[in-house]
């Protein structure tokens, strides 16, 4: 088919279309939402038991601010990634925060190496942790890996790795809210470590959940049965 | 023609497309057309400068258009619109060079295709001649029944019941002494050759 013939055909099937909202807009909705999940989630199990003495340590709070932050700038910048001809450093806005969070579990690290020695740094397994991370992440990441997908894929491993890491950033602040951890270390490698692993291994499936979609043309030899 | 006049003609056509992409996002099909034949020099040019061996621009430029035409709800009017087209142009022309460069590396070309038989010429009259004297001279060494079931089943053609009925052996007993005949004709022509 000639190009000319191609364009006569899309323009002959061409609707008027929904204008994508700003990519800010739909971050905040995603946000909002997974939010009120979230706290449903804390509700439903119970905040920590020692979340009166916690919510008094600053290191605390900043590392959920930190974790809440890194979920709204990660959302923000997968919606960013899905709009064609946005800024290139809107992508990257999530890691600020996401140092950030790193940095405070670092220095509870280091607090705990100065007050109990190479015991303040033991790691336990406790793989329940990360399940716990994959099941209450689950809901926020398919409806935002549904929003996504209104987008155009034009960086589809990069999309699906901020859209994971928004989703298990948000479970992570969650957690620290109903589920107590005895050392930063434990944080560090169970809650932290389990977001990065999640989002990078959903950032291998980039190109099979977002991908360019085919235009049905109709039959070539009829142009007036032509349809989209 | 001078810088700020080339500038000037650029901005210019920035503006005639965003508002032609504008009105073609609120179904104005006119306007989808002529901005689509507006743009397509240009994919042309951008695709062959962004994958200066491909094989087919225009079936790349076709693959920009038809995702340009899947996407075109996720332009902003308010934002410029080239950076919009040659991020999808770019990212299509990557994508198919890609695909590409994967068919590619499990294909081998080949100037002349190879034949799927044998080169060897035909038999001469005597290789005939010598193989059909072989055949008659393994026949001749096996036992009177399965010779006689070979004859009727492998030189005559018959079914098995039909050799069954001629014979007045059973199916069963037919198939073993073919069976054995045919390995014994097999061993005793090795065995010449």
């Known amino acids: 088919m000639q190009s000319e013939e ?9 609707e008027p279309v929904r204008r994508l909202p700003h990519p800010i807009w739909r971050a905040a909705t995603w946000f909002m939402l997974s939010l009120a999940y979230a706290a ?22 900043i590392e959920i601010a930190a974790a809440l932050l890194t979920s709204m700038m990660a959302a923000a910048a997968a919606f960013c990634s899905t709009c064609p001809g946005r800024p290139l450093w809107e992508r990257l806005a999530p890691f600020p925060f996401l140092i950030a969070w790193l940095a405070t579990l670092g220095e509870g690290c280091w607090r705990d190496w100065s007050l109990l020695g190479p015991q303040g740094l033991s790691v336990e397994p406790e793989f329940g942790c990360f399940w716990k991370i994959v099941a209450s ?8 890996l549904v929003m996504v997908r209104r987008g155009a894929p034009i960086a589809p491993y990069l999309t699906t790795c901020l859209a994971t890491l928004a989703a298990a950033s948000l479970s992570a602040a969650a957690m620290l809210l109903f589920h107590r951890q005895e050392s930063s270390v434990m944080v560090l490698v169970w809650q932290f470590g389990s977001v990065i692993a999640l989002s990078g291994v959903a950032a291998l499936f980039g190109r099979r959940l977002l991908y360019w979609r085919t235009v049905n043309l109709g ?3 009829d142009e007036r049965n032509s349809h989209c | 023609m001078t810088n700020s006049q080339s500038d000037d003609a650029k901005i210019a056509r920035e503006r005639r497309w965003q508002e032609l992409m504008r009105a073609a996002q609120d179904g104005d099909n006119a306007a989808y057309v002529w901005l689509l034949s507006e743009i397509l020099p240009m994919l042309r040019r951008v695709v062959a400068y962004k994958w200066p061996r491909a094989p087919d621009v225009e079936d790349v430029v076709q693959e920009v258009l038809l995702s340009v035409h899947t996407v075109r709800h996720t332009y902003d009017p308010a934002r410029p619109f080239m950076p919009w087209l040659m991020t999808i142009a770019t990212r299509r022309t990557i994508d198919a060079a890609r695909r590409r460069t994967a068919r590619s590396a499990n294909e081998t070309t080949v100037d002349v295709m190879p034949e799927t038989f044998s080169g060897d010429d035909t038999k001469s009259e005597q290789e005939i001649s010598d193989d059909q004297d072989a055949i008659r001279h393994a026949l001749a060494q096996l036992p009177d029944g399965q010779r006689e079931a070979v004859e009727l089943m492998k030189m005559k053609g018959l079914s098995l019941q039909e050799a069954s009925i001629e014979t007045g ?3 069963a007993s037919l198939k073993v002494s073919v069976h054995r005949a045919m390995k014994s004709m097999r061993e005793a022509m090795k065995r010449e050759n």
């Open chain 1, 137 to 144: 992440s689950a809901a926020p990441a398919i409806l935002i």
């Open chain 1, 6 to 14: 191609l364009i006569r055909r899309l323009a002959a099937c061409a």
């Open chain 1, 219 to 221: 039959p070539v030899d």
């Open chain 2, 169 to 171: 052996k059973s199916v």
């Open chain 1, 40 to 61: 449903g989630l804390v509700f439903a199990i119970g905040l920590r038991p020692d979340f009166s003495a916690q919510v008094t340590e600053p290191r605390f709070v």
